[in-house]
């Protein structure tokens, strides 16, 4: 069984910066990619960013220059600097290995006017 546990959420005022990282556990295979999605009130899930286990990242345009993702063996962080109010969302985790896809259970970002 693997389980993938976030931290780092949390209330920031607007240019303020937080860091989510992402610890994975259990049974772990190799991990193909791994990044992070989020989900406002009345909004579906978005992706935000994903890194792939060459390292190779990808963004959305909405966070581009401010997010940087990045990853330590099976732990995904994220670096979330200059935020935005509408960046204020639940962010989920999740990884994949040998095809089947593996979330956290959100971390709540708040970021204020």
């Known amino acids: 069984q693997v389980q993938l546990v976030e931290f780092g959420g949390g209330l920031v005022q607007a240019g303020g910066s937080l860091r989510l990282s992402c610890a994975a556990s259990?049974?772990?295979?190799?991990?193909?990619?791994m990044g992070w999605y989020r989900q406002a009130p009345g909004k579906q899930r978005d992706l935000v960013a994903t890194i792939t286990s060459y390292g190779s990242t990808n963004y959305a345009d909405s966070v581009k220059g401010r997010f940087t993702i990045s990853r330590d063996g099976n732990t995904v962080y994220l670096q979330m600097n200059s935020l935005k109010p509408e960046d204020t969302a639940v962010y989920y985790c999740?990884?994949?290995?040998?095809?089947?896809?593996?979330w956290g259970q959100g971390t709540q970002v708040t970021v204020s006017s």
């Open positions: 999740y990884h994949i290995q040998r095809g089947d896809t593996y």
């Open positions: 259990g049974i772990i295979f190799s991990i193909s990619g």
